[in-house]
């Protein structure tokens, strides 16, 4: 019955291996039901919950900031009422932090795969977590750790779709429709597009975004916060992409308990 009412029918789906895993859960659950797919969101919001609940008690700080997150309006409804995949997303980022806080580089590493596959642009966190060290013997040890389970966690993850398609290239034609020729955006993009042409907009805050990302990363590089350096970077996207809908705002919201201001 829900194919009648489904936009973009001739795209492939855009969404990774992760949240493609969710959603076939969701369909051996009950088939084309909402409400398994709620239940499956609400209980990444329960175990969001508790990681977030553990790293303030790692950070010392105040259990009850949590709640800026959990109680916040926008969560709760972009979570369940719309049942966006941000509940997939946001488990998945307090998922990598808690093991990369918690000195766990084998498990942060598949976390980190689980959570580029969830959205993509994740992809723009790897240094931080590549280049992070606390000492130069350890850290190059655990660093080599991090990247090759990472990557074999993606590579794993993407082989039963690999075996399924007719062309592996469909796993990346829909995403490359999506950030070439979507346009959502009610700021900064708008406002450059009116004295520009589309093209040109496209690359002045794409150059905006790598330049901003680069300044993020060297300011990590002094002050070793990576709450607040996947806090910037997560903003410079929001601010110059040409897509923004409103549950991309969670996450920003997500590490507000965490960051310094």
């Known amino acids: 019955w829900y194919w009648d009412l489904m936009f973009f029918k001739w795209s492939h789906t855009i969404y990774g291996?992760?949240?493609?895993?969710?959603?076939?859960?969701?369909?051996?659950?009950q088939q084309g039901s909402s409400l398994a797919?709620?239940?499956?969101?609400?209980?990444?919001?329960?175990?969001?919950?508790a990681l977030g609940t553990k790293m303030l008690d790692t950070l010392n700080k105040s259990r009850n900031?949590?709640?800026?997150?959990f109680l916040h309006p926008l969560f709760l409804f972009e979570?369940?009422?719309?049942?966006?995949?941000?509940?997939?997303?946001?488990?998945?980022?307090?998922?990598?932090?808690?093991?990369?806080i918690k000195n766990k580089q084998i498990f942060s590493g598949l976390s980190l795969a689980l959570l580029t596959l969830t959205k993509f642009f994740p992809l723009l966190f790897w240094p931080l977590f590549i280049l992070h060290k606390k000492n130069p013997l350890k850290g190059i040890w655990e660093r080599k750790v991090l990247v090759l389970t990472t990557l074999s966690a993606v590579t794993l993850l993407y082989l039963p779709f690999f075996f399924?398609?007719?062309?592996?290239?469909?796993?990346i034609e829909s995403f490359r429709a999506f950030s070439e020729n979507?346009?959502?955006?009610?700021?900064?993009?708008a406002l450059v597009w009116?004295?520009?042409?589309?093209?040109?907009?496209k690359l002045i805050l794409n150059i905006t975004i790598v330049f901003l990302t680069m300044y993020s990363y060297y300011r990590y590089s002094k002050h070793k916060d990576i709450f607040q350096a996947i806090y910037e970077i997560t903003l410079w996207l929001i601010?110059?992409?040409?897509?923004?809908?409103?549950?991309?705002?969670?996450?920003?919201l997500a590490l507000v308990p965490f960051i310094k201001n």
């Open 65 to 69: 900031l949590i709640f800026l997150l």
């Open 79 to 100: 979570t369940m009422a719309t049942a966006h995949i941000e509940s997939v997303y946001i488990f998945c980022l307090f998922l990598t932090l808690y093991f990369f």
């Open 17 to 29: 291996p992760t949240t493609q895993f969710i959603f076939a859960l969701a369909a051996w659950i």
């Open 194 to 201: 009116k004295f520009f042409s589309y093209e040109t907009t």
């Open 164 to 171: 399924r398609l007719d062309s592996p290239t469909l796993l």
């Open 182 to 189: 979507w346009v959502m955006s009610p700021g900064i993009f």
């Open 239 to 252: 601010l110059f992409s040409s897509l923004l809908f409103s549950w991309y705002v969670l996450w920003l």
């Open 37 to 49: 797919l709620k239940f499956l969101f609400f209980l990444c919001n329960l175990a969001s919950l």
